[in-house]
Nanobody, 122 residues
Framework: QVHVLESGGGLVQVGASLRLSCTAS????????MGWFRQSVGKEREFVAA????????PYADSVKGRFTISRDNAKNTVYLQMNSLKPEDTAVYYC???????????????WGQGTQVTVSS
């Protein structure tokens, strides 16, 4: 059984940084892509960033390009989302997901975590 678990969320002020972590267990971690998505109140869940199995492909949503960085440590079965220059509009529940390819399409991911709340206060 595959388990995906996010951590690192919290309450921060505008302009601050935060790093989210996500671990996945239950199948060979470095055989799969990982993705980060987010959902804010009243909105649909949206793509944030993804990373291929070897880190060679890292697509980002336009809204986070230049501010967020996704990375992975296959030895630790962990993917990270470094978030800098946070804005109030980044406030959301952030979800980590595992799938076959690093793409924006949520349907490409078959296992999801429960999410971690990120709140950016002005």
């Amino acid at each position: 059984q595959v388990h995906v678990l996010e951590s690192g969320g919290g309450l921060v002020q505008v302009g601050a940084s935060l790093r989210l972590s996500c671990t996945a267990s239950g199948r060979t971690f470095d055989a799969y892509a990982m993705g980060w998505f987010r959902q804010s109140v009243g909105k649909e869940r949206e793509f944030v960033a993804a990373i291929s199995w070897n880190g060679g492909s890292t697509p980002y949503a336009d809204s986070v390009k230049g501010r967020f960085t996704i990375s992975r440590d296959n030895a630790k079965n962990t993917v990270y989302l470094q978030m800098n220059s946070l804005k109030p509009e980044d406030t959301a529940v952030y979800y980590c997901a595992q799938g076959l390819t690093a793409v924006q399409n949520q349907g490409a991911y078959d296992y999801w975590g429960q999410g971690t709340q990120v709140t950016v206060s002005s």
